[in-house]
């Protein structure tokens, strides 16, 4: 949920949850209505985390899928990062006496952080938000934050996705930000990003036509 806009006064230079700030408060109940629940945990299972290793993960919005991190390893020490305080500030709630998890303001693509100090980096139903110059920046950005050998595990709209996916999938077709995350092309992204990168899993979605979960390695 994290994309550069030309800011004025009454637009962010992202994009909020579910595109509006007066939708916030009701999106974690839109995401377990929508069927996102069974696809974090995939998402979080696919990444294979253990306690001690460094997790980023990158436009978390509500913390959805922080929280499963946290959940899944909870000796991880676990980050998350989004654009907007407001989701930020539900985050916060949410790990309300928590040790060894935070929550930080920043972009997707350019991320507050060293070299190499992560494990794992985590994206969910975010880059398809992107332009494609913002893409291959954040593309950049998760490589740079890996450490040799580390992995990135995101899922995204797209992937082989027609519309044989039914009524969902051709409406998704039609959206301009889609185009970039159809076929091979988040894949061809995390490559020149430096990254070895294929397709995990790829399922039909009712409500946005086809989920389909990448891994990425930087190579050690």
């Not at 998402?43 to 980023?56: I, N, P, S």
Request: glycine share 10%; proline share 5%.
């Amino acid at each position: 949920m994290t994309e550069h806009r030309p800011h004025t006064a009454t637009q962010h230079d992202y994009i909020p949850a579910f595109g509006k700030d007066a939708l916030l408060p009701f999106y974690d109940l839109l995401t377990r209505v929508l069927g996102m629940g069974g696809n974090y945990d995939a998402l979080v299972a696919q990444a294979e985390l253990a306690d001690g290793l460094r997790v980023l993960e990158i436009g978390c919005g509500t913390g959805n899928v922080t929280m499963r991190v946290k959940r899944a390893a909870a000796g991880a020490d676990v980050t998350g990062t989004d654009p907007d305080p407001l989701a930020l500030a539900r985050c916060q709630r949410k790990a309300h006496g928590l040790t060894g998890i935070r929550f930080e303001r920043a972009y997707a693509q350019e991320l507050p952080f060293a070299d190499g100090g992560f494990d794992r980096v985590l994206s969910s139903m975010m880059l398809h938000h992107l332009d494609d110059d913002v893409k291959a920046a954040a593309a950049a950005e998760m490589f740079r934050v890996l450490r040799p050998g580390g992995v990135a595990h995101i899922m995204d709209v797209g992937g082989p996705m027609t519309a044989q996916d039914g009524y969902a999938a051709r409406r998704m077709l039609r959206n301009p930000h889609i185009a970039g995350s159809l076929g091979d092309a988040i894949p061809r992204l995390l490559r020149s990003a430096g990254f070895d990168a294929g397709v995990v899993a790829s399922r039909p979605h009712r409500f946005v036509g086809r989920l389909t979960f990448y891994r990425a390695v930087r190579p050690a």
